[in-house]
C-alpha cells in the first residue's frame, strides 16, 4: 500500500523512523524540541521520544556543531538541526575544519556518524541571508557527504540513509518544498546516497536539476514535449558523491546537457558537473553545455525580484530550446 | 574565586609513589619537547611546532585527575596533554616526523595529536573549536547514563573566542560532565594578556555560565590535581561543569619562529626558579623522597625518549597510497 505525504512529512517521519529503530539517535537544535522546530518538523518528537533524545539548543550555533563532532566521534548517531542553511556561515569551522577532516587528521581513529540538517534554497521571500543554496558553499570540502532531496520519498529515504551512515552528511531540505505531496510506501523505502535519479526519460537533451528546479525541470520537460522536444531529466540526489555515472551515460545518448541550479554560476555544483563532463564526455557533445542558474548577486526580497533571480519553468525551457539550437540558426 | 595559598608542590592525600610517577611523566615529556625542538630546527618537523616546556604540571595534574576512559581534548600546544593522558613517546614522535606508525599515520602532524585508545581524543589548531566539541563527549556520558568526563585544555586566548561563549553556556545550562582547564600561561601568541582582555583573572568569566570558577597555580602539580580532581568528581557526580585557570608559563615563544623578545626583562628568569618540574622534585624530597630516586627518574626518563626518538626514526614514511585513506569510513 502506498501514502501520499508531504515533504515536510516524509522529514518527520525518516527522524521518529531513524530514533525508533536505533536508541543512539537523538535530535537536537534551535526550537526543535517543544516547538516542534521553526518549520515544524520536528513536531510530536518530544512528545514521543522525550526530552533526553528530543533537545532545545541555545542560539548557538558552533555549540551546536560541536555537539554533533563530539557524540558522533563518541558513538551517538546525533541529527543537528541548523534551522536556516545560511547560518552554517556561523559555525562553518565546525563543518569545515572540524567535522569534514576529524577522520582522515586522525589517521581513521574517529568515525562520524553525524547527521546536519539545514533548511535551504530560495522562493519563500526570505530575502538574501536565508535562502542561499548552501550546498554549494561546502563542495570543496573533502570529507562531507551533501545531500538535496527533491520529493517526499527521497526526503524520507535519503534522511533515513544519512542517519545510518557512518561519515557526516550535509541533509539539505528545500524550504519552498515543504508542502509538496508525493506518493510513498506504507513503510517508505530507503533511497542509497550516491544514486542519480533518471526522473523522466528521454532522447534529445539530458536537464540535470534537484531540488526546487527539478520540479521546474520535469514541467520545462512536460512543456517541451508539446514541441516534440523529448527531454531526459536526473536528479544527482546528492553531490558528494555525485553520479556522474549516470548522467554521463544519459549524454551520450543525447548529446545535449543543460543544467539548471538555483545559484549563481561560480563554485556551483552545476559549474563542477559541467567541467567534470567536458573533461570526460567531450565526444559526445554536440553542443556547449549550458547552466541555467541564478544571477551573480546576492537573493533579492521583492517577489518580482527573487522570480527572475531563481530560474523559471520558462528559462529552463528556453535553454533546451537554445542549446538544441546550437549550429542550427533559425 | 580564590586564589590558592602558595605552592607545595606536593599532594597530601597521594602516595608519594604515585608522585613519582607524576614526576617521571613530567620529565619524559620535558625531554619529549626537547627533542622536537631540536628536531625542528634540523628541518624534520614540518610547519610549525608549539611547546609547553613549563607547563607539563597542568597537564599532567590534570590527567592523572582522570580515568583512562574519560577523555581529553587539547590544543595545538599540545604534545604535553596528549603524552600525559597516556599515549606511547614512540608513536608521537612519529606523528610529529610524519611517519606511517605515528599516532595518526602522518596525516595530523605535531599540530593534531590524536590517541583516541587513551581517550586523547584531539588537538585543535582552530583556536577554541574544542570547547564545543567536548560537549557532545561529555553529552554522550551523560545520555547513556555513564559517569565519564570529558576535559578540555585550552590557552588564555581562547577566552576571547566566540565558541568559549558558547561552550560554557550550553555546558552548564545542559549540566554536562565538562572540566574546561584553561592554561593561562599570560600571552596570547605573542600579544600579552592585558592587552587583550579586560580583565585580570579569567576565572572570573565563569560566573557569566553559572558554574565555578577558579584560578590556581598551574606549576604545583599537588594543587593542579587536587583542583582538578574535585572538578571532574563534581562532574560525575552530575552536578555540571567547571572552568578552572590555571596560571603557568611558557619557556619558549608561541612557536618555533618565535624568540619572544616581546617578554619583559626578568619575567622569564623569574618563572624558571618556579619550574614546576623542580618545585615537584623539591617537594618530593622534603617529603622525604631521596634525592637520587629522582635523579634515576630523571636519567630513565632521558633514555625512554631517546629510546623512544630512536625507534621512531627508524620508522617507514606512509606509503602513497595512504593518502587517500580515511576521508570516509
Known sequence: MSQTITYKQAITMAMADAMEEDERVLLFGEDVAVAGGAFKLSEGLLERFGPRRVRDTPISEQAIIGTAIGSALSGLRPIAEIMFADFAGVCFDGIANEMAKYRYMTGGQVTMPATIRLGNGAGTGF???????????????????????????????????????????????????????????????LVEIGRAEVVR????????????????AVAAAE??????????????????????????ESLDRTNHLVVAQESSHDGSWGATLVARLMATHFESLDSPPLLVGGDDTPIPYAGPLEELWIPSVDRIADGVRRTLAYGHPA | MSTKPPATGVA?????EEQLDWLRSMQEIRFFEEE?????????????????????????????????TDTMACTYRGHAAVLAKGAPLDRAFGEILGKAEGLCGGKGGSMHLTDMSVGAIGSFAIIGAHLPIV??????????????????????????????????????????????????????????????????????????????????????????????????????????????????????????????????????????????IVLHERALIEAGVEQSRCEAIRTQAEADVTAALERAMSWAEPSPESRLEHVFA
Open chain 1, 127 to 189: 530575502a538574501a541571508q536565508h535562502s542561499q543554496a548552501v550546498e554549494n558553499w561546502f563542495l570543496n570540502v573533502p570529507g562531507l557527504k551533501i545531500v538535496v532531496p527533491g520529493t517526499p520519498a527521497d526526503a524520507y529515504g535519503l534522511l533515513r540513509s544519512a542517519i545510518r551512515d557512518p561519515d557526516p552528511v550535509l541533509f539539505f531540505e528545500h524550504k519552498h518544498l515543504f508542502g509538496t505531496k508525493g506518493e510513498v510506501e506504507d513503510a517508505p523505502a
Open chain 1, 201 to 216: 526519460p528521454g532522447t534529445d537533451v539530458t536537464l540535470v536539476a534537484t531540488q526546487l528546479m527539478r520540479l521546474r
Open chain 1, 223 to 248: 512543456a517541451l514535449s508539446a514541441e516534440g522536444i523529448s527531454v531526459e531529466v536526473i536528479d544527482p540526489r546528492s553531490l558528494v558523491p555525485l553520479d556522474v555515472a549516470t548522467i554521463g
Open chain 2, 12 to 16: 597530601a592525600d597521594i602516595p608519594l
Open chain 2, 36 to 68: 622536537c625542538h631540536r628536531l625542528f630546527a634540523r628541518g624534520l618537523v614540518r610547519g610549525s611546532t608549539h611547546l609547553a616546556q613549563g607547563q607539563e604540571a597542568v597537564n599532567v595534574g590534570a590527567c592523572r585527575a582522570l580515568r583512562v
Open chain 2, 135 to 276: 560537549l557532545g563527549t561529555a553529552l554522550t556520558e551523560q545520555y547513556e547514563g555513564r559517569d565519564g568526563v570529558s576535559l578540555c585544555f585550552f590557552g588564555d586566548g581562547s577566552t576571547n573566542i566566540g565558541a568559549f561563549h558558547e561552550a560554557l553556556n550550553m555546558a552548564s545550562i545542559w549540566k554536562l560532565p565538562v572540566v574546561y582547564v584553561c592554561e593561562n600561561n599570560l600571552y596570547g601568541e605573542y600579544s600579552p594578556l592585558a592587552t587583550t582582555t579586560p580583565i585580570e583573572r579569567l576565572a572570573d568569566r565563569a560566573a557569566s555560565y553559572g558554574m565555578p570558577g577558579v584560578t590556581i597555580d598551574g606549576n604545583d602539580i599537588g594543587v593542579v590535581h587536587e583542583t582538578i580532581a574535585s572538578a571532574v568528581a563534581r562532574a560525575r557526580a552530575g552536578e555540571g561543569p567547571t572552568l578552572v585557570e590555571a596560571l603557568t608559563y611558557r619557556h619558549k615563544g608561541h612557536s618555533r619562529s618565535d624568540p619572544a623578545a616581546y617578554r619583559p626583562e626578568g619575567e622569564l628568569e623569574a618563572w624558571m626558579e618556579r619550574d614546576p
